[in-house]
């Protein structure tokens, strides 16, 4: 199993930056796939980005094109979420998620598709 704790959350005016962290401990982070997800008030729980064990390969929703970078650092088991040009619509608590993935398999934008979640950090961004 792996254990995920996100941090980096914060409120930030429409326009601005922020990067989460998400720390993973337990088995070891390369075995497993990274997704970041977010929830807003009262909607559901929705995909934001994905990236492969070994980073080679990257999927992001069509709402973070172009604005969110995802990455991780293996050796340091971390994962990050880059968020630039944040607009009010972004925000929502934002979660890690990991898949355990030995093998090569295609990147999963599904909910269902994560056992291992973190707790969630808020961002809130103001107009």
């Known amino acids: 199993q792996v254990q995920l704790i996100e941090s980096g959350g914060g409120l930030l005016q429409a326009g601005g930056s922020l990067r989460l962290s998400c720390a993973a401990s337990?088995?070891?982070?390369?075995?497993?796939?990274m997704a970041w997800f977010r929830q807003a008030l009262g909607k559901e729980r929705e995909f934001v980005a994905a990236?492969?064990?070994?980073?080679?390969?990257?999927n992001y929703a069509d709402s973070a094109k172009g604005r969110f970078t995802i990455s991780r650092d293996n050796a340091k088991n971390m994962g990050y979420l880059q968020m630039n040009s944040l607009k009010p619509e972004d925000t929502a608590v934002y979660y890690c998620?990991?898949?355990?993935?030995?093998?090569?398999?295609?990147?999963?934008?599904?909910?269902?598709?994560?056992?291992?979640w973190g707790q969630g950090t808020q961002v809130t961004v103001s107009s």
């Open positions: 998620a990991a898949d355990f993935t030995p093998f090569p398999a295609p990147l999963r934008v599904g909910v269902s598709n994560y056992a291992y």
């Open positions: 337990g088995r070891p982070f390369s075995d497993y796939a």
């Open positions: 990236i492969n064990p070994s980073a080679s390969r990257i």
